[in-house]
């Protein structure tokens, strides 16, 4: 198996699944601490995006190895990447949770399962060439 794939899905992955729930949870108005240092809970919050986006960033990798070579191997691994998420948060979290952070969680690991597997796919070169122009 391929390194770099799971070295692109188990790095960056659940960073770009955190930088997601800011942005998210930034547009929906989420209430935050706000008395708390946030230097600290940035730094808490990368802790436990890499404690608990590791396994569902895995088992996506897994899928992306095995759907190597097919059409839609970036929409299954958004679909697999949210609903993995989405079952992990769902599992952790309280259950009186809002709605909106439980839809987040899943676009979150949607949109970072898609960019991982984008990533670690194969480049292509173009059949065109474009001539130098010196």
């Known amino acids: 198996m391929s390194m770099k794939?799971?070295?692109i899905f188990l790095v960056i992955g659940p960073f770009i699944g955190l930088m997601l729930l800011y942005a998210l949870s930034s547009?929906?108005?989420?209430?935050t601490a706000k008395d708390a240092d946030p230097r600290l809970m940035f730094m808490g919050a990368i802790f436990a995006s890499?404690?608990?986006?590791?396994?569902?960033?895995?088992?996506?990798?897994?899928?992306?190895?095995?759907?190597?070579?097919?059409e839609y191997r970036v929409a299954l691994c958004a679909i697999a990447g949210c609903l993995g998420c989405w079952l992990l948060a769902h599992w952790i979290v309280p259950s009186n949770t809002p709605w909106q952070y439980m839809i987040a969680?899943?676009?979150?690991?949607?949109?970072?399962?898609?960019?991982?597997?984008?990533?670690s796919g194969e480049k292509h070169?173009?059949?065109?060439?474009?001539?130098?122009?010196?």
């Open 5 to 7: 794939r799971f070295v």
């Open 27 to 31: 547009v929906t108005h989420q209430e």
């Open 50 to 70: 890499y404690l608990f986006g590791l396994i569902p960033m895995f088992v996506v990798a897994v899928l992306d190895r095995l759907l190597e070579g097919t």
């Open 105 to 119: 969680v899943g676009i979150a690991g949607a949109i970072s399962a898609a960019v991982c597997s984008w990533l």
């Open 125 to 134: 070169t173009s059949v065109f060439r474009i001539p130098n122009a010196l």
